[in-house]
């Protein structure tokens, strides 16, 4: 069984701060995905990582594929009240056929 | 980009009754759908992989007999709740992969079960 850990679980920030969110787990991923995921609604694609040491910018946020595609970061800039909910990485084994979704880190950012 | 129809969004339903939720793929076949369950609080578990004209594989831990799932069509993929009890209560959410584009989520449906 794969098991992607996040860290931290919660964290609740001051607007304008920066924080980074850690995916890990002692598997090996042909690609990672990040999600957000609002309350009562389905998760929400942010990015796709497939290479190791892979970096993708989006916007404010930073994504990072680790060397060794066991683990990813999520870094976020400047934190914005809208970037508060349920962040997901979602791991991609060899064989391509599913995804399992790491234990979710849950943001808030305070005006 | 890919679209995942889920339905209903919500149900409440009787202890001992059965609840049949809908996930549609609109504009794309899928021949492969995926059914989670979203606890309060909590991440996102894999039940099972729902394959077209096949048995689902289910994860381990989840009864197939009480998660039916009947995946008859291309862009239809179906789970039943059999016998719900209160426990069953959750966030049931389904997804599907189209080529490239990556996995896309249904928006989910809150089950109560009173």
């Known amino acids: 069984t794969q098991l992607l850990e996040q860290s931290p679980q919660f964290l609740s920030i001051q607007e304008g701060e920066n924080l980074t969110v850690y995916c890990n787990s002692s598997s090996v991923f042909s690609s990672l995905q990040w999600y957000r995921q609002e309350p009562g609604e389905g998760p929400v694609l942010l990015v796709t990582v497939v290479t190791g040491g892979e970096v993708k910018k989006l916007k404010r946020l930073t994504f990072q594929f680790g060397d060794a595609r066991k683990d990813s970061s999520l870094h976020i800039t400047a934190a914005q009240p809208g970037d508060t909910g349920l962040y997901l990485c979602?791991?991609?084994?060899?064989?391509?056929?599913?995804?399992?979704f790491g234990s979710g880190t849950r943001l808030s950012i305070r005006p | 980009g890919a679209v995942v129809s889920q339905h209903p969004s919500r149900v409440i339903c009787k202890s001992g009754t059965s609840v049949k939720i809908e996930c549609r793929s609109l504009?794309?076949?899928?021949?492969?759908m995926f059914w989670y369950r979203q606890f309060p609080k909590q991440s996102l578990m894999l039940m099972a992989t729902?394959?077209?004209?096949?048995?689902?594989?289910?994860e381990q831990g989840v009864e197939k007999d009480k998660f039916l799932i009947n995946h008859a069509s291309l862009t239809l993929s179906t789970l039943t709740v059999t016998s719900a009890h209160p426990e069953d209560s959750s966030f049931y959410i389904c997804s599907a992969k189209r080529g490239s584009e990556g996995y896309t989520f249904g928006s989910g449906t809150r089950l109560t079960v009173v």
């Open positions: 729902s394959n077209e004209g096949s048995k689902a594989t289910y």
């Open positions: 979602a791991g991609e084994g060899s064989s391509a056929s599913k995804i399992i």
């Open positions: 504009d794309f076949q899928a021949t492969t």
